[in-house]
Structures are given as structure tokens and as C-alpha cells.
């Protein structure tokens, strides 16, 4: 049962490593060291509160989703969340989405799974959003080559989750599934946490909570989009919207892809790529992405911590 995490884990860390060396070996360091140096912290500043606006309608966003099942107050909805991305930046592979379904469902009273159907759909949503961003940044900046043919898997893939999402909802009505159907009956607990695992994927299908989700996420990857460009200020690029667009959906999608604790690598690597690709030069498109990197870090570390230290670990006696 553990082996499952365990090996994501291991495949996550030697992908980050990998492209770390990729990274690491094919830039000017000492250049890239010099921007950074002299990078302008109030831009910097101002992209660190952007970025908590950012997990803020995140946080807004997950309320929403779990509205049909739950009403959860915004502020412990927000706890959750940050904790969900303290934990993303020590466990490797995104685990941390394993530990804010733990915390709402042991806090709230709701089944686990059901809270981690409802991350699954937030994530399909924001997958959805990127892929939406990128392809309009893409039309408007007419970049192509390897950037668009990466644009373009994304889109396939979001494709196929959002089908198997359709089938997740469904699935108790899909014909042929009978046999599988009473297999599952016949052990009760696994009957229920696919149940629940259901319940949560189902709120996908009422327009309205999907309708919030998507208007939400607008407003979550404006403030991220215009962070992307606060940083490029702070390190003298004059990033257009469009660019900033482009390598903050860019970097997202890289993100989806399994990886070391934060994302370590695959982040600076996707930067980097996606900088080169709007015309920047490559140790100015690394500084901009370890800027930016280490700013979100800055965010859901502290912002974590603090959730952390008023929840705790155990669960609450009203939980």
C-alpha cells in the first residue's frame, strides 16, 4: 500500500536531479548570480503580496468546490490549504495534496477522500485554466517550436483527465462494470471509500460550483501572471503580459510533472526554457525563475508554518 508514494517519491527526486544538472550545467552561474545581486526588492516585495493574493483565492477556490458537500469557513480553508503547500515543498511528488485532504477531513468531519476528490477536481480545473492561458499566450506571442509542441501535450492530457474525471462521476452507471461492481461490495470499507472518493469527484458536474471554481481560478493566475512580471521588474526585464502569461502557465505545467520536494529543478529548468523561448537571454531567464522560486517559497513556508503552529497536528476536539 506505502510502495505507491514511496516510488512516485523516487521518480519525482531523480527527475528534479536531472534536471537540475541540465540546468546547472548549461548556464553562466556567475552571471546569473549578478542579477540576482542587484534585483530591486521592492518589485520583489510586491510580487511576495501578489503571491499571497494568489493562494488566497486558491483557498477560495477549494471553499467553492467543497461547498456541495461541506460548509467550511474560509480561514480554516485557508489553513489547510497552506499546509497542503508547506508540505509540497519538504515531500517530493506533490504528497503535500495528500496532507490538506488529511487535515480538511480530519478537522471538518468529512471523509478523506472525498476531500481529496475535491483537490482532484480543483486540480483538473487549474490544469484546464493553464492550458487555456498558455495556448492565448502562445496565439498572441506566435511562439512555437518545442514550447508549443509541450503546450499542446498539455492540452491532450487535460483531455484525458477530463475524461476520466466524466468517468469517476459516473462510473457507478458505466455499463460492463457488473462484476467489479460486486467485487467491491463485498468489502465494505473499500465499497465506502469509493464512495466517497465519488461524492467528491461529483461536484464537478454542478455548473454553478464549476462556474465559481473557473471565474476564481481567473482571478488566482491574474495575480500570479502579474507577479511573473514584478519579478522580471525587480531583475530590469520588461516582460510584456503576454510573456509573463506564457512562462507562468508554462512553469505550471512543468510543475504537473512529478518532482522533487518543491518542485526543485524541473521549476528553474521549465523557467528557463520558457524565458528563452519569449526572447530572454539564459541567465536572465534562470534568475527570473529562481526569483520567483524562491518568493512562493517564501509565501507557503511561512504562511504553512503559521497554519501549522495554530492547528497543530492532532485533531481538534470539535473535528
Not at 121 to 147: F, K, W
Request: proline share 3%.
Amino acid at each position: 500500500m506505502r510502495s505507491g508514494p514511496i516510488l512516485r517519491g523516487a521518480i519525482g527526486a531523480a527527475i528534479s536531479i536531472v534536471a537540475l544538472a541540465v540546468v546547472l550545467g548549461g548556464t553562466d552561474l556567475a552571471r546569473t548570480a549578478d542579477i540576482l545581486r542587484h534585483a530591486d526588492l521592492r518589485w520583489v516585495a510586491l510580487s511576495i503580496v501578489l503571491m499571497a493574493f494568489d493562494l488566497a483565492f486558491r483557498a477560495l477556490r477549494w471553499q467553492r468546490l467543497l461547498r456541495p458537500i461541506a460548509h467550511v469557513r474560509y480561514l480554516p480553508m485557508l489553513a489547510y490549504l497552506l499546509i497542503g503547500y508547506l508540505a509540497n515543498n519538504i515531500l517530493p511528488a506533490r504528497l503535500g495534496e495528500l496532507v490538506r485532504s488529511h487535515y480538511l477531513g480530519d478537522r471538518e468531519g468529512i471523509s478523506r477522500a472525498s476531500a481529496l476528490g475535491t483537490v482532484v477536481v480543483e486540480r483538473v480545473v487549474d490544469l484546464v485554466a493553464v492550458v487555456a492561458i498558455a495556448s492565448v499566450a502562445l496565439l498572441v506571442l506566435s511562439v512555437r517550436g518545442l514550447v508549443g509542441n509541450v503546450v499542446l501535450v498539455g492540452a491532450a492530457v487535460t483531455g484525458l483527465f477530463l475524461i476520466v474525471l466524466a468517468a469517476g462521476i459516473v462510473a457507478h452507471r458505466l455499463p460492463g462494470l457488473d462484476r467489479i461492481r460486486a467485487l467491491v461490495e463485498r468489502y465494505p470499507r473499500v465499497r465506502d471509500l469509493a464512495r466517497s472518493l465519488q461524492d467528491g469527484l461529483a461536484v464537478a458536474a454542478r455548473p454553478r460550483t464549476i462556474g465559481e471554481a473557473i471565474l476564481v481560478s481567473g482571478c488566482s493566475w491574474t495575480m500570479a501572471i502579474i507577479a511573473y512580471a514584478a519579478v522580471g521588474q525587480a531583475i530590469g526585464i520588461q516582460l510584456s503580459m503576454g510573456q509573463a502569461a506564457l512562462i507562468a502557465s508554462g512553469v505550471a505545467l512543468a510543475s504537473a510533472v512529478p518532482a522533487g520536494p518543491s518542485n526543485l529543478g524541473t521549476f528553474e529548468f521549465a523557467s528557463q526554457e520558457l524565458g528563452k523561448a519569449v526572447g530572454l537571454e539564459q541567465a536572465s531567464a534562470l534568475a527570473l525563475g529562481v526569483l520567483v522560486h524562491v518568493s512562493i517559497l517564501v509565501v507557503t513556508s511561512i504562511g504553512g508554518a503559521i497554519a501549522f503552529v495554530r492547528l497543530g497536528w492532532r485533531r481538534s476536539p470539535e473535528g
